[in-house]
């Protein structure tokens, strides 16, 4: 199995050891999310390194899980890469994903290179500051999102929590915990029932769920009420037949930005 390789830093520099744990960090995650997009059982895979040098530290990492599909996955994540770079966005990429590759960018104020086999990509001050200037397209208002809480971060402030969705492709949506809501967050999170949370959503050029979502309301517990599902089902066809939610989304930017 090849290794994708990433180097972190200027050549004959080190680095330091908290630059290597952030980059690691939203590295895993970033590559956890890519693979969640053929398979959402992925978002736990984990990776191990495998082979490393030091100066500016190059790392060789492979997933511990061999069933996964180690060629797609790096292939994919140094095109993506390359893509973003330019502020090109994959029609197809997860709003999850486009999240963790933007929090990859913002890792360190220093050169990060990725290489598979004849791909390679390098993210600088530049590329940052291009995605950065064209990641967020539209905000809403007032939107509502139905699912689970699953965790809280209190360490810093504004402070945040992990919100993922009960509609499928299921995913991580992180979410702005104004002060005063802590206590409700925490004990949706206690209950572990399904919520709905109602807030100011940003929304990327591409996905289906919010980059992020400042939450406005406390989450309010909700109970399905099935005789009303079982009225609905089948009546409703928001998606015409034949492709995914994702694929009709884009279609709808597509027409929007030729219309423009």
């Known amino acids: 199995m090849e290794a994708l390789w990433i180097q972190i830093g200027e050549s004959g520099k080190h680095i330091g050891l908290r630059d290597l744990e952030r980059v690691t960090h939203h590295l895993q995650n970033a590559l956890r999310a890519l693979a969640s997009e053929q398979d959402e059982r992925r978002m736990r895979t984990d990776f191990e390194i495998v082979e490393a040098s030091v100066g500016s530290l190059q790392i060789s990492i492979v997933p511990t899980d061999k069933s996964v599909d180690a060629d797609w996955l790096f292939n994919q994540f140094v095109e993506d890469v390359q893509h973003l770079t330019q502020a090109r966005f994959r029609p197809t990429m997860f709003s999850q994903t486009l999240a963790e590759y933007q929090d990859l960018f913002e890792a360190i104020r220093t050169t990060l290179s990725c290489k598979y086999q004849s791909r390679q990509a390098r993210i600088d001050e530049s590329a940052r500051q291009l995605l950065k200037q064209n990641i967020i397209r539209t905000v809403a208002y007032d939107v509502c999102l139905v699912g689970r809480i699953e965790s809280v971060n209190i360490h810093t402030n504004p402070y945040t929590c992990n919100f993922y969705t009960k509609l499928e492709p299921r995913q991580r949506v992180r979410c702005i915990v104004p002060e005063g809501m802590l206590h409700p967050v925490a004990d949706a999170l206690k209950v572990e029932s399904l919520v709905e949370i109602i807030g100011n959503a940003e929304y990327g050029p591409v996905g289906i769920y919010p980059l ?49």
């Not at 309010?220 to 037949?241: H, I, W, Y």
């Open 212 to 260: 992020r979502f400042t939450l406005t309301h406390p989450p309010k517990t909700v109970q399905p009420n099935m005789e009303f599902l079982r009225r609905v089902v089948r009546s409703l066809d928001l998606v015409p037949e034949g492709i995914t939610a994702v694929e009709y989304l884009q279609r709808l930017r597509d027409e929007h930005a030729q219309a423009v």
